[in-house]
């Protein structure tokens, strides 16, 4: 599997949220008009129709039809294109509506008015939004309308009929408006002087005992974990001598100033470049490298005039592991300091081939797989367990996205994070404290990167056109010869060169390995002790 190694971040960018569109309706057209009113008729002026949706045809067709049931509007009543807004608590007719088609706007004149003491208020009407021609609108999820049609228009001026002189039932409106205005005034007035003579009398609200910062968090929870792992990880800034680098993460591993973290985050540094760590309580130190490995992306970088204080992250037993346990992950996830995820182990030993784009040479790793959200710039920081004990560096995800860190954007989580299992980290850290060099366990073989060949395949010669099979070397001793194909080293099943050459770097030299090989149609099984090679040349 090839991944990208989720590393440096070099910025937070929070795009907006797209905003919902609404939904589009049938814009009424015109009505036809009213007979002509009796002579005699009272003149009070009567509200426009509200707007009745056709009962078939395609959205936003002219000339739809149709007559809301219940007999409004009333015989007579004034007939406009000027579609209402829902009415709001019996105010009829509304203020402002949405503005319908341009056609068929003139009025019929106005007829008697319904019988009865008062008007009945129309049924409410689907708020609408005009468009400037017909057509169906498809809203993708970008926001953006498809199909025929102008642009939307909202919030288009009611025109209300004029009024007309004369007292009528008009004056009898008014007159009530008032006194229900005066009343609610009074009710309001009423109702907030008892509420608060209610509030000083007792509340029915309970308080909690204690405030949030007096709750007890048990240590084996998430927030007991992150509250004692957050104080030993540091934020890393790598900067090369031209001025370029990028963030990513680290945690104390001893009380000498050692931190460590990933190749790949410190890599822009090692020839003359800068480094800076920062602790989440603001402290920020210099620091060195003491030395890296580019083929298991490790690497240790001391701080200058460390602190007397400093407390390691407890390590715990990779191998030890199960599927389903519980994981923590911290880091600065595009530049954002002290951020903690979870999740769970999601698989083992998946063999991941990574690389962070530049060109350099790719680092090989059985993985801990986990769902726990991993960005870019969580690189290098502390993969934990339930009780907060480190069981693998994040290194790498794999992502949908294009871009990688090499590129001019970066891709993010989709819940497929890898970590260095902390048994093989811990062994390559103690190597680079001690002799600033990486040592890798070897079969003195090459082998084909190519996938699909069902193992790995030793090929015919190796890279310059030397053997593929180094004279005198653990292959050579254990007759294994170009052409044959490995499929499982110990029990673990090998599928390619880059699996195998990651369940090799989970070992150390003069670790003693059972080899299973293909050759000639037949299976084969050895036993050898693996070799070691110093330095990543």
């Given amino acids: 599997m090839s991944t990208e190694n989720e590393g ?15 939904v589009p309706v049938e814009s009424p057209s015109a009505a036809s008009q009213a007979p002509a ?14 707007p009745q949706a056709p009962e078939s045809g395609p959205a936003g067709a002219a000339g739809a039809t149709g007559a809301p049931e219940g007999g409004w509007p009333p015989p007579g009543a004034a007939r406009t294109a000027h579609a209402p807004s829902a009415p709001v608590d019996g105010d009829w007719p509304p203020p402002t509506v949405p503005h319908a088609s341009p056609a068929h706007e003139s009025a019929a004149p106005q007829g008697p008015p319904a019988p009865g003491n008062d008007w009945q208020n129309p049924p409410p009407a689907t708020p609408l939004y005009a468009d400037a021609g017909a057509g ?4 993708g999820a970008d926001g953006a309308g498809a199909g025929g049609g102008g642009g ?3 919030g288009a001026s009611y025109q209300q009929p004029a009024p007309k002189s004369g007292r009528g039932r008009g004056g009898l409106v008014a007159a009530v408006l008032i006194a229900a205005l005066v009343a609610g005034g009074l009710g309001g007035g009423l109702g907030y002087t008892l509420a608060k003579n209610d509030d000083d009398s007792g509340s029915t609200t309970v308080s909690a005992s204690t405030d949030g910062g007096a709750v007890k968090r048990d240590p084996g929870t998430v927030a007991g974990v992150a509250a004692k792992a957050l104080p030993s990880t540091v934020t890393i800034e790598a900067e090369s001598s031209s001025g370029e680098g990028g963030t990513g993460t680290g945690f104390v591993f001893d009380t000498q100033g050692h931190i460590v973290t990933n190749n790949h985050v410190v890599a822009d540094a090692v020839d003359g470049g800068k480094l800076t760590a920062t602790f989440p309580d603001g402290k920020k130190y ?10 298991y992306d490790v690497a240790v970088i001391k701080l200058k005039n460390a602190p007397s204080d400093l407390k390691p992250l407890a390590l715990g037993n990779s ?11 911290i880091g600065a996830p595009f530049g954002l300091s002290n951020t903690v995820t979870t999740g769970i182990i999601s698989a083992k030993n998946r063999p991941v081939a990574s690389s962070d784009g530049s060109g350099s040479s790719s680092s090989y ?13 969580n690189s290098g920081g502390p993969l934990l367990d339930a009780s907060g004990n480190v069981i693998g560096i994040n290194s790498a995800i794999q992502s949908t996205g294009g871009g990688g860190l090499g590129g001019t954007t970066q891709s993010g989580s989709i819940g497929l994070g890898f970590a260095i299992p902390i048994n093989q980290a811990k062994y390559v850290a103690q190597q680079l404290i001690k002799t600033g060099e990486p040592v890798y366990a070897k079969i003195g073989a090459s082998v084909s990167l190519q996938e699909g060949s069902g193992g790995a395949k030793i090929t015919d010669t ?6 593929a099979v180094e004279s005198g070397g653990p292959a050579d001793q254990a007759g294994l010869k170009p052409g044959d194909v490995i499929t499982k080293l110990d029990d673990m099943v090998i599928d390619s060169g880059p699996t195998l050459i990651g369940e090799i770097w989970t070992h150390q030299p003069g670790d003693k390995v059972t080899i299973t090989y293909e050759r000639g149609g037949k299976t084969h099984t050895v036993d050898l002790t693996l070799g070691s090679r110093k330095g990543d040349s």
């Fill in 8 to 22: 440096k971040s070099e910025g937070t960018q929070v795009p907006p949220a797209p905003s919902a569109p609404p």
């Fill in 37 to 50: 009113p009796d002579a005699g008729a009272p003149t009070t002026p009567l509200p426009a129709a509200p």
């Fill in 136 to 139: 169906t609108h498809a809203y």
């Fill in 152 to 154: 939307t228009v909202w």
């Fill in 286 to 295: 210099n620091a060195e490298i003491v030395g890296h490995a580019k083929g």
């Fill in 319 to 329: 191998d030890k592991v199960a599927v389903g346990d519980s994981t923590i992950a």
């Fill in 365 to 377: 790793m059985s993985a801990l797989q986990t769902d726990a959200s991993i960005n870019p710039g």
């Fill in 462 to 467: 190796a890279e310059g056109g030397s053997s």
